[in-house]
């Protein structure tokens, strides 16, 4: 099965990381053939280089600018005609931008259409205006996504969930070395609470600062925050306030970005997750992988990942007070939070798995066309 993966932007972010995951399942196996549409260079087709996958460059019209729609026809055709040799069986888009892209593409080479929805932005409202509805499949990442859609009778028959693939590389002594570098001007801290990400008004960290302050407040004077992401320059003057008004300069690390995933992993005690939307958190699997406990808001996701114990590890609100408060009350009963903890892991390994993710896309591609021909 010939398969045909779009994903313009090539930064750093989630997105990229999970279809990178999942490509190096597909190429594992004999029977699937990837190839992937890149907008631009950088590190993402830096990681398909390396995968040795077949890639195309090229510059992708944004279906939202009006300039660019107005173009998307021809350099659609002649993307289309690029790619004829490829004899594509299905066209993926990895993110909701593309959709599009992959619903015209199909089009031109007579295949079937996918795309893949990571962010909780996406409601049946911006579904309705980039059109996903011209896909074959559509596939939120996580449970409350799709539940966001199915109320839509056009939408529906066409949504499946498609979780994640999830797995930690190999650890990498140098990055524990250089870890232990950044972080010696911060001789107070014995454990660190982690938030992986870009500093943002969306990952909204600054809250994290404020539970930071709240935890130490209440005797927990050995802890600090270790935030591993670029900072957003808009983002950067309410960070700064909020470490000035905590007096927490000497607690809070912000090491930027920092590609040693699991020596982060192992250096932290706790994650943390304020964010107000997600898709499906990846960072709370990665750490949960990894056997570290994450407490986070009631973002996208959180359902598929906690289960039961939602009440354990989620706030309430999304606000720094929920959110220490449900640290303090898993802190006071470590027992139960610890078998708590197990179960989800368990669970976790076993939704989220590179084999889960593989044979779950291998159903819904091969599955017939549930829905009326486009």
């Known amino acids: 099965m010939n398969l045909l993966f779009i994903q313009k ?59 660019d729609r107005l173009r998307f026809p ?19 888009s990895n993110e909701m931008w593309w959709g599009p892209h992959a619903a015209h593409l ?10 893949i929805l990571r962010d909780g932005i996406a409601t049946i409202k911006k579904s309705r ?16 996504i799709a539940h966001a859609l199915t109320p839509d009778p056009t939408l529906a028959p066409r949504v499946h969930v498609l979780f994640n693939s999830v797995s930690l590389p190999p650890a990498n002594p140098a990055d524990a070395t250089t870890l232990q570098v950044l972080l010696e001007p911060y001789p107070l801290v014995q454990r ?39 900072l957003d320059p808009d983002y950067r003057p309410e960070m700064d306030a909020t470490i000035a008004q905590t007096r927490l300069a000497d607690r809070v690390a912000m090491i930027g970005n920092f590609d040693g995933l699991t020596s982060l992993l192992e250096k932290a005690h706790t994650i943390l997750l304020p964010s107000f939307r997600e898709g499906l958190p990846r ?50 009963d470590p027992a139960t939070t610890h078998a708590a ?14 084999e889960a993710h593989l044979a779950r896309l291998r159903s819904l591609l091969t599955a017939p066309t549930r829905t009326p021909s486009r």
């Open 283 to 332: 960072s709370l699997v990665e750490s949960i992988t990894a056997a570290k406990p994450a407490f986070s808001y009631p973002c996208e996701g959180v359902d598929d990942i906690y289960g039961t114990h939602r009440t354990t590890f989620v706030s309430h609100e999304s606000t720094a007070p929920s959110l220490t408060e449900t640290i303090r009350r898993a802190w006071a």
């Open 106 to 115: 199909a089009r031109h080479l007579h295949c079937r259409s996918a795309v």
């Open 129 to 144: 205006q980039y059109r996903l509805y011209q896909n074959d499949l559509i596939l939120p990442v996580s449970s409350t």
């Open 9 to 67: 932007s090539t930064g750093r972010g989630g997105a990229k990381n999970s279809l990178t995951e999942s490509l190096r399942a597909i190429t594992a196996q004999p029977d699937l053939h990837p190839h992937v549409i890149v907008g631009e260079p950088g590190p993402f087709l830096d990681r398909c280089t390396h995968l040795h996958l077949p890639t195309t460059l090229a510059p992708l019209p944004e279906w939202r600018k009006f300039l």
């Open 74 to 92: 021809a350099a659609i055709k002649s993307l289309a005609h690029t790619l004829s040799n490829t004899r594509p069986d299905w066209i993926i």
């Open 341 to 354: 903890f197990q179960n989800v892991r368990t669970q976790v390994l076993a939704r989220f798995s590179p």
């Open 192 to 230: 660190w609470l982690l938030i992986v990400g870009k500093l943002s008004s969306r990952k909204n960290q600054a809250d994290a600062v404020r539970t930071l302050r709240a935890l130490i407040d209440d005797g927990h004077t050995d802890l600090g925050l270790l935030l591993a992401g670029a």
